[in-house]
Nanobody, 113 residues
Framework: QVQLVESGGGLVQAGGSLRLSCAASGSIFSIGAMGWYRQAPGKQRELVADITRLGNTNYADSVKGRFTISRDNAKNTVYLQMNSLKPEDTAVYYC???????WGQGTQVTVSS
């Protein structure tokens, strides 16, 4: 069983930046592709970005050019650099191993206007 622990969320003004981290208790290389999801109040959870074992990335259209996902397989950590944040980015952000059952507990990101 692998545990995923997110950190780095918080309150930021529009236009600001945050960097989320997802630390795994086991090998993320073994897990494979990793992703960041978010869920805003009253909305479905959505995929924000994902990254393959070797570093290929995909982004939701709403965050392209603003967010960057990366991973450090040696440190078993996945990151989400979020720049030019908007109020509509406000949500709980979750880390997930795409082909696994593993989810983190989430970290709150709040962007004020």
């Amino acid at each position: 069983q692998v545990q995923l622990v997110e950190s780095g969320g918080g309150l930021v003004q529009a236009g600001g930046s945050l960097r989320l981290s997802c630390a795994a208790s086991g090998s993320i290389f073994s897990i494979g592709a990793m992703g960041w999801y978010r869920q805003a109040p009253g909305k479905q959870r959505e995929l924000v970005a994902d990254i393959t074992r070797l570093g290929n990335t995909n982004y939701a259209d709403s965050v392209k050019g603003r967010f960057t996902i990366s991973r450090d397989n040696a440190k078993n950590t996945v990151y989400l650099q979020m720049n030019s944040l908007k109020p509509e980015d406000t949500a709980v952000y979750y880390c997930h191993g795409l082909s696994s059952i593993y989810w983190g507990q989430g970290t709150q990101v709040t962007v004020s206007s």
